[in-house]
């Protein structure tokens, strides 16, 4: 596989059966394989996440996955997954989490078109250029460029879905 546009970074533990089902809510969307990965990072637990993964790798080969030797915990866990993500853009996912049906096709649309440094939730998208300044003192954003995006997402009826 090339290097993909967009990497689905899953962080999990402990969330097996979540996880297959959000899994199986991204492999059911068709066509755009040569463009994504799914990066899975699993902070060890006993159960049978790893083997529930490599049963999805054996049908597609944009699956990646990684488990740690020791437990380091949710932030730790979520920056070290980011640095293993190959993509030019990164989507964070819970592993609790459900993908809406034509949630790739979107993004990528999206991607695609604002050419955005930063998208977040399914409203904001920050252009290429903008300027996200953090304050060390109380970690607040200075946001002087913001895109609403909300056209894109009209097919999300639910807002238990994520994008």
């Known amino acids: 596989m090339s290097k993909p546009i967009l990497s689905i ?3 999990t533990y402990r969330r097996e059966e979540f996880l297959k089902l959000l899994v199986e809510s991204i492999v059911e969307q068709d066509g755009f394989w040569s463009e994504v990965e799914i990066m899975i990072y699993n902070d060890p637990y006993e159960d049978n996440t790893q083997s529930m993964v490599e049963s999805f790798q054996h049908k597609y080969s944009n699956i990646r996955y990684h488990r740690n ?3 380091i915990w949710m932030i730790p ?25 034509l949630a790739i096709q979107t993004m990528l649309e999206v991607i695609k078109k604002e050419k ?22 109380d970690y607040t954003w200075e946001i002087t460029s913001v895109q609403w995006m909300d056209n894109y997402f009209k097919f999300l009826s639910d ?4 994008i």
Do not use: H
């Open 77 to 101: 866990s979520i920056l070290d997954s980011v640095n293993m993500c190959s993509g030019e853009y990164v989507w964070f996912y819970s592993d609790d989490d459900i993908m809406s049906p």
């Open 9 to 11: 970074c899953i962080p």
């Open 116 to 137: 955005s440094d930063l998208i977040l939730n399914r409203f904001l998208s920050f252009p290429a250029g903008a300027q996200i300044n953090t304050q060390d003192i």
């Open 159 to 162: 807002v238990s879905y994520s």
């Open 69 to 71: 030797k020791q437990r």
